[in-house]
């Protein structure tokens, strides 16, 4: 179905561009699978497997595909795509986020985003003092983050009801 699908690509590129084979590039399968058999970006990869097997299982799998195809221009490995996904499950699933957040951390340890994402996911479970220990770790970084410094600041002043 997607090598018909590809013919069928390349067939509406010749008629609209009125070239044929050889005068305009084809699509080809490695375009969008760049190697693996499923092309679909890393970010979706880990929030799926986080939500049917857990974040566990999730962290194994990106680990896996980290280590198989790094380096290869098949998936984005850069340290947004974590903070993407953690940011997105911080909310209804704290425990995730931050699961991701280590992880990340664990490859981008200079990572001040990875911090902050790291810290919006503990004030989600109520971890306000390991939030603020996170936002000093990020201001030790890049100590002019004028994110971090406010972040840090309101919720030093925040006294939050239990």
């Known amino acids: 179905a997607m090598m018909a699908m590809t013919d069928d690509i ?5 008629a609209a561009t009125g070239k044929g084979a050889g005068q305009v590039t084809d699509i080809q399968c490695a375009y969008c699978h760049r190697g693996v058999p499923v092309p679909r970006p890393i970010g979706d990869i880990v929030w799926q497997a986080t939500r049917e ?10 680990r896996d595909l980290r280590q198989h195809f790094y380096g290869r221009s098949t998936y984005d490995f850069g340290e947004d795509t974590l903070i993407a996904v953690a ?4 909310n209804a699933r704290a425990d995730d986020a931050i699961a991701l957040m280590k992880l990340n951390l664990e490859f981008y340890p200079q990572s001040v985003r990875s911090y902050m994402a790291l810290a919006f996911a503990q ?3 109520l971890d306000d003092m390991g939030a603020i220990a996170t936002l000093e770790k990020a201001l030790e970084i890049e100590p002019e983050n004028s994110a971090a410094k406010g972040r840090l600041e309101q919720l030093k002043s925040y006294h939050r009801q239990r």
């Open 10 to 14: 390349n067939a509406r590129i010749h």
């Open 53 to 62: 097997k857990g974040v566990a299982a999730a962290i194994d799998q990106y």
């Open 123 to 125: 004030t989600r479970k």
């Open 87 to 90: 940011n997105q499950m911080a």
